[in-house]
Nanobody, 127 residues
Framework: VQLQASGGGLVQPGGSLRLSCAASGLTLDYYAIAWFRQAPGKEREGVSCISLSDGTTYYADSVKGRFTISRDNAKNTMYLQMNSLEPEDTAVYYC?????????????????????WGKGTLVTVSS
């Protein structure tokens, strides 16, 4: 199983980026999917998630209205569209999948429940 994250980079405040995470060795449609991030000196936090149990979508309060999680089953790829980026969004972003039936609100605070992880892609928001 491999998750290959891409799309990070340097962007000015107010700009947009779309992160991609291509999966191989598993079918994303059968997994909960999530994006986490870790800023320098801070703990990893759950950013967004789509649960396996009921398909509900979760966003951290800090990104609601600005970020959108999605997946393309035909391409076996998950995405995180990030708009109106702020310097506080600067972090390494990780994609993750899990075969659990745990609600996203729990996944977001317990990243250890996810089974597979991408290597991370750096997003830097700076002028």
């Amino acid at each position: 199983v491999q998750l290959q994250a891409s799309g990070g980079g340097l962007v000015q405040p107010g700009g947009s980026l779309r992160l991609s995470c291509a999966a191989s060795g598993l079918t994303l449609d059968y997994y909960a999917i999530a994006w986490f991030r870790q800023a320098p000196g801070k703990e990893r936090e759950g950013v967004s998630c789509i649960s396996l149990s009921d398909g509900t979508t979760y966003y951290a309060d800090s990104v609601k209205g600005r970020f959108t999680i999605s997946r393309d089953n035909a391409k076996n790829t998950m995405y995180l569209q990030m708009n109106s980026l702020e310097p506080e969004d600067t972090a390494v972003y990780y994609c993750a999948t899990g075969s659990n039936q745990i609600p996203c609100t729990v996944i977001a605070d317990n990243s250890y429940v996810m089974d597979y992880w991408g290597k991370g892609t750096l997003v830097t928001v700076s002028s």
